[in-house]
């Protein structure tokens, strides 16, 4: 091999060294910078949920009968009627009518969920539930649905006169989550302690906290207003579970 022959050799050799030097060099170059771009978490983070009531059934009814022994029949300006699947209570005396849960039973830490309809009734006429509820002096907690489409959360008590008083822990208000008069509402009420958590269609709308009230019965309810001449109310379904181990947002 002549001198002209050995020095292109070389040379090529020289640049084959060179060219897989930089392809390596480049090489580690892009893993080292795809190694320090962040990854895009899958992870959504925390979702919160409305959840549906898992815990120990204690009472429940669906109204095909009445079976449960409701309280129902009619006196002046009022009626309990179960009829169709559901039960109707119907109150004209501008006083409410309480529809006592048949089992009897005093709740503490409870869930309660129901579904009602206001089917006829003005702004001031309401239907809901009364928790915590003392049988004989109609103490306990209020909860609200009013025909002008808001809710409200009231501590009642009734004084030494019978007065009754009526103390908002969440005073009447508006919600876009309330259906309008004529249309189905879920509500959902749970009791912990002194937490009490509303929601309305499966969505929480007020937390509040109140230790008046440790436990006693579970009443549904409706009352008219002073300028109203009646008001009607549908419930289709109510249960009763134990509280949930943790409440929530």
């Known amino acids: 091999m002549n001198v002209f022959n050995k020095k292109c050799l070389f040379l090529l050799i020289g640049l084959l060294i060179i060219c897989l030097g930089g ?5 580690r170059q892009q893993g080292e910078s795809k190694a320090s771009i962040p990854q895009k978490s899958n992870s959504l983070g925390p979702i919160r949920l409305v959840p549906t009531p898992t815990q120990t059934l204690l009472f429940s009814d669906n109204f095909a ?16 009627i179960i009829n169709n699947g559901v039960l109707t209570l119907n109150e004209a005396n501008h006083k409410p009518l309480l529809e006592p849960i048949p089992s009897n039973s005093l709740y503490d830490d409870f ?9 006829t009734g003005e702004q001031n006429d309401s239907v809901g539930l009364y928790l915590r ?28 006169s019978q007065k009754v008083h009526t103390k908002y822990l969440a005073t009447p208000q508006p919600t876009s989550i309330l259906h309008p008069k004529g249309q ?19 969505t929480v709308v007020k937390s509040v ?41």
Do not use: C, H
């Not at 509820?133 to 030494?160: H, M, P």
């Open 23 to 27: 392809f390596f060099f480049l090489s």
């Open 65 to 80: 009968d009445n079976s449960q022994n409701w309280n129902v029949g009619n006196e002046a300006k009022y009626s309990s």
């Open 111 to 119: 869930t309660i969920t129901t579904s009602v309809t206001l089917l």
């Open 133 to 160: 509820a003392n049988s004989t002096t109609k103490q306990g907690y209020s909860i609200a649905v009013y025909g002008n489409d808001t809710y409200a959360i009231a501590q009642i008590t009734v004084d030494t």
């Open 184 to 202: 189905k509402n879920n509500l959902t009420v749970i009791m912990k302690g002194a937490d009490i958590v509303l929601l309305i269609n499966d």
């Open 209 to 249: 906290s109140d230790g008046a009230f440790a436990g006693g019965s579970i009443m549904l309810f409706v009352e008219n207003g002073d300028s109203s001449d009646g008001v009607t109310a549908a419930f289709d379904a109510v249960a009763i579970y134990d509280a949930p181990e943790r409440l929530p947002n």
